[in-house]
């Protein structure tokens, strides 16, 4: 049984996305998100308003909890010859950062936690495995490389590989 055939019968959750630790309202003190009606959001004018009650909550959102533990949902891996093109690979953050971008306005609990360069490859961690996909088909779209998908059988995480030569 793979991990499609799991998901039917009990769906992986996130751990950090625990809806009974955050009190309505709640700021996240290190990146500014607001926790209303069951949802995190970017919304600058409600926190400023929120941060005049009493009521409000400071606790650090899933995502900036995910950062400080490293602990990502999603990792993107380049490989390949591609990887000592510096060009390209400049080229690839650029779009990377775009579709960070275009993502993070549906769910700005999708974040990159970090890019590691290795000789080999390079490695993107993301917050959500949702982005690692939005990541893997934006470039295998643009630079028509070898896409894989490589989802945990027991954790809600994903890998995604792409190669290029």
Not at 12 to 39: A, E, F, R, S
Not at 63 to 88: M, Q
Request: with cysteine; glycine share 4%.
């Amino acid at each position: 049984m793979n991990r499609k055939d799991k998901i039917l019968d009990v769906k992986i959750q996130d751990p950090y996305m625990d809806k009974n630790i955050y009190k309505d309202p709640t700021i996240c003190p290190t990146c500014g998100l607001v926790y209303h009606n069951k949802t995190w959001k970017r919304d600058d004018e409600l926190a400023k308003k929120m941060k005049s009650t009493k009521e409000v909550e400071y606790k650090d959102c899933p995502a900036c909890r995910k950062v400080k533990d490293n602990y990502p949902l999603g990792v993107f891996i380049i490989k390949g010859e591609v990887v000592n093109d510096e060009r390209r690979i400049a080229e690839i953050q650029n779009l990377i950062k775009h579709e960070v971008e275009k993502e993070s306005v549906s769910n700005p609990l999708a974040r990159v936690m970090k890019i590691e360069k290795f000789d080999d490859r390079f490695e993107i961690s993301t917050t959500t495995e949702g982005l690692a996909v939005r990541i893997g088909k934006a470039v295998n779209k643009a630079y028509q490389g070898e896409i894989e998908f490589i989802f945990s059988e027991s954790d809600k995480f994903l890998r995604v590989i792409w190669h290029k030569d």
